[in-house]
């Protein structure tokens, strides 16, 4: 019965992936990310929830930014933390999983931050700002979010599917893709990978 309601699960989440990506890039590739202009562009994970690039195939994010969640009249954005491992993390407060991992983000955050690390949150599909600020406010988040009501950010991370929340990029030091997870996320799934990236030897930045 279990194994059942969870093939049952992975056909929805499936669906999901695939109504979104169909949209941008289509279904069915056997590629994960493809060059464009020397960016990354998401396509199509065949079922997968969770990627890992090597090294060598690694692009970098176009440049992303946009209103500051806690004052709007401010802007941040990739640019701010250059040379930093970046956790870019997608979320909504009206979503039950991304209230279920902020706490393992924010003591990935509190962890990785002395080493060169942060968590950028992109808060989406919330367009009355005081109930994420209440939602960060509540539980002691300090890592920042970009406020992204209309999705117009996010949109920068080219085919990535917006429906999909919450979702993780963890991004190395030159802000190339290094994981993706399609679903909610642990400390203890991701404290390795991020290890990994932080130790990473600074002269290879550009």
Known sequence: MGSSRAIGFRARLWGALCASALVLTGCG????????????????????????????????????????????DQTIGLADYKGEVVILNTWGQWCAPCRTEVDDLQRLHEEFEPQGATVLGINLRDPNRDKPVDFVRDNGVTYPS???????????????????????????????????????????????VIAELVADDESTMP
């Open 29 to 72: 590739s056997g590629t994960d990310a493809v060059a464009q202009g020397g960016t990354f562009e998401f396509v199509s994970p065949d079922g997968q929830l969770e990627i890992h690039y090597p090294e060598e195939e690694r692009k970098p994010v176009a440049e992303l930014a946009g209103p500051d969640l806690l004052d709007p």
């Open 146 to 192: 970009i406020w992204d009501p209309t999705n117009r950010v996010v949109g920068a991370l080219r085919g990535f599917p917006t429906s999909v929340v919450p979702a993780t990029l963890l991004l190395d030091r030159q802000h190339r893709v290094a994981s993706v997870y399609l679903a909610e996320i642990t400390d203890y799934q991701l404290r390795d």
